[in-house]
């Protein structure tokens, strides 16, 4: 799972009112002054006194950010998961904190749950948007990697272990040469169609513009055709399988 990029923001200046009082006591009690509002000296104080309290913040509420993330991401794998609680840890440290209010009337562990979750939906909506996007380039238009196995979907032969022996190897590879190449030895006609289709042109096109461009009367007949043709690749045995002339 990739971190998301947080974009540039402007820097949040102290009221000021609140420049005259303690940091705790402010209405923005996680904001420091910078060096343009007080001396670089007293900004350097205000900036740690600021990260350590925002680093107690955070670390209050670590389990109930944990729990969020699971309940959330359920299923995904340990990595990932902390990947997500380190993005909603920078979340709260350089965008959400900083502008607590405490004159709103609100206790800050209330104003880091609610910000926990709303970080959390962005990030599942961001991550499964994108897996969405990049399966549907994979699944659909990769028959080349379909071939060599370096998409993730079947592998064609998925029941060899590939690489232990050189010779299996280049088995396979001719197996799938033979593939490209003469696609109607292996396939129904629709899918042969289908098959030089998709591997006409460049990798990582989208379905609908393969399907234009064969004259399908829409992707979803195309996206059928190459579910039943994947289904057919995969029961190729390389055992049986013997090079013709």
């Not at 396939?187 to 042109?201: E, I, K, V, W």
């Not at 609908?208 to 992707?219: C, L, N, P, W």
């Amino acid at each position: 799972m990739a971190r998301t990029e947080q974009p540039p923001r402007a820097p949040l200046l102290v009221p000021q009112a609140d420049l005259v009082l303690p940091l705790p006591e402010r209405q923005f009690p996680y904001r420091p002054a910078g060096p343009s509002q007080v001396p670089p000296a007293q900004a350097a104080r205000e900036l740690a006194q600021a990260n350590a309290a925002i680093s107690q913040a955070i670390g209050g509420c670590e389990r109930m950010l944990w729990k969020a993330v699971r309940d959330r991401f359920w299923g995904m794998c340990g990595p990932d998961m902390e990947v997500a609680v380190q993005d909603v840890r920078l979340h709260l440290a350089m965008y959400a904190l900083p502008r607590f209010d405490r004159h709103r009337g609100i206790i800050v562990s209330t104003y880091i749950h609610a910000c926990v979750r709303s970080q959390i939906r962005h990030l599942y909506s961001a991550f499964f948007a994108r897996q969405r996007h990049v399966g549907r380039l994979i699944n659909f238009t990769d028959a080349k990697g379909m071939l060599s196995g370096t998409a993730e979907s079947h592998h064609p032969i998925e029941d060899i272990a590939v690489g232990a022996d050189a010779a299996l190897d280049q088995k396979i590879e001719r197996l799938a040469a033979d593939v490209r190449t003469n696609p109607e030895k292996y396939l129904l006609p629709a899918q042969a169609a289908a098959f030089r289709a998709l591997m006409a042109g460049p990798t990582g096109r989208l379905t609908k513009d393969i399907a234009k461009e064969a004259g399908y009367a829409s992707s979803i007949t195309l996206c059928a055709i190459t579910k039943r043709m994947r289904k057919r690749i995969a029961k190729l045995s390389i055992a049986d399988w013997e090079p013709t002339c």
